[in-house]
């Protein structure tokens, strides 16, 4: 008997919905398959508007993004269901994230959002959705984020070696897994591809493609090394964990306030990338681990694998681990946030929690999201 869940992710980066079927009925989960679709521009420039405070008419074209979110969501998961000849009756449950639109999880009181009415999915697909996955956290006092890690434990952890899971998404974060029964850690580290992405369409508003292929742009460019130190002070790199972040804090209006003006439009996309690498090798540098298991392998996922600016300066700031994909544990990089979210549905059907709070900082763990039924 197969336990079939999909899996909906669509991270700060705002490139489209990763949509993954998987099947937890064995000891492992099952990746079967994935379906990508790229956000489509008009509901793409709705969300980047939400995203920013003091938009005209903000709680109308929140409600009118979220049913769009909701369709666009369905219209995917149907898309993977024809693609695999299932039905929605051979589906347990879906894992929808939602779009985040706003992550303030220093604010009094601190808040996350996630838009993408659940009640659409379930109603359009006939499959029952779990959704609203970050905000019992919150309540209890975390960061709501990262939530990837204790997928990244259930999937990834090896008893007898140290190992970092690094997810290059629009933000980049951390899993430590430090082997036998030590403790898993994680945080956000920085801003990844939702900077570069945005820093790449300012400078080509005509291209079709919305991001920095291969980091072939950023190759022309050459580091600035004082843009670089200016944007290293920013507060969010100073926080000690637990920490998370979003584009509230990263984002054009915050690179803008750094730039004096004078840099070439490469040089930036060029220093950005610094940026990622720099902050994400900062954080793994500060981790500490069991002397008889020292980190070797750091593990990527997330679209920023694809990015060989980036994977070069990152191998260069971190020369004694070995960086790899996680397509050598076996799951594709572009697959693994969707199966986290898959994961989570699983676990609230199943009434696990699924919070770590020694990464969010929440007081307990806690069984994560809302159920919305499909009758
Ligand atoms: N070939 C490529 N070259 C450079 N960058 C790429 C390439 N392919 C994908 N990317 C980057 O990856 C991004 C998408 O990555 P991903 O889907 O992991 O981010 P996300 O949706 O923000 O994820 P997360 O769920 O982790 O927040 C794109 O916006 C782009 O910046
Ligand atoms: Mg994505």
């Not at 998987?22 to 793409?44: G, K, N, T, W, Y």
């Not at 400078?203 to 190759?219: I, N, Q, S, V």
């Not at 720099?278 to 002397?291: D, H, K």
Request: aromatic share 8%; net charge negative.
């Amino acid at each position: 008997m197969t336990e079939y869940y999909i899996g909906l992710m669509s991270g700060t980066s705002m490139d489209g919905l990763d949509a993954v079927l998987v099947d937890f009925s064995q000891q492992r989960p099952q990746f079967i398959a994935h379906h990508h679709e790229p956000l489509p521009l008009d509901l793409a420039q709705q969300l980047h508007q939400l995203c920013q405070l003091n938009g005209d008419q903000e709680l109308h074209n929140y409600a009118q993004a979220d049913r769009d979110f909701g369709r666009y969501s369905a219209s995917v998961v149907k898309h993977l269901l024809q693609q695999q000849q299932l039905t929605a009756k051979q589906i347990v449950a879906i894992g929808s994230h939602g779009q985040t639109v706003r992550h303030q999880p220093f604010g009094q009181p601190s808040y996350t959002l996630q838009l993408g009415d659940p009640n659409s999915i379930a109603s359009l697909t006939g499959i029952a959705v779990v959704a609203d996955f970050r905000r019992k956290d919150i309540a209890l006092g975390g960061q709501g984020a990262p939530l990837v890690p204790a997928f990244h434990q259930a999937v990834f952890a090896e008893a007898n070696h140290s190992r970092v899971i690094l997810n290059l998404g629009g933000i980049a974060n951390i899993t430590v897994l430090p082997g036998a029964s030590e403790q898993v850690s994680g945080f956000d580290t920085g801003p990844a591809n939702t900077l570069l992405d945005q820093w790449y369409s300012y400078c080509h508003p005509l291209a079709t493609e919305r991001f920095d292929r291969d980091g072939a742009f950023a190759a022309q460019g050459q580091v600035q090394s004082d843009l670089l130190a200016r944007l290293l002070s920013a507060e969010f790199f100073l926080r000690a964990a637990p920490k998370s972040t979003g584009r509230d804090d990263f984002n054009l209006a915050w690179l803008q306030q750094y730039l004096r003006g004078h840099e070439a439009l490469a040089d930036v996309q060029a220093t950005l990338t610094e940026l990622t690498a720099v902050s994400v090798a900062n954080a793994i540098a500060g981790l500490s681990f069991n002397a008889s298991r020292p980190l070797e392998q750091v593990f990527v996922c997330g679209g920023g694998v694809y990015n060989q600016t980036l994977m070069k300066a990152l191998q260069r700031h971190l020369p004694d681990q070995q960086l790899l994909s996680t397509a050598q544990l076996g799951v594709q990089p572009q697959h693994v946030e969707a199966m986290a979210f898959a994961w989570l549905a699983y676990c609230f059907i199943h009434r696990l929690p699924a919070n770590l709070p020694a990464v969010t900082g929440a007081s307990r763990r806690a069984v994560l999201g809302g159920l919305y039924l499909a009758e």
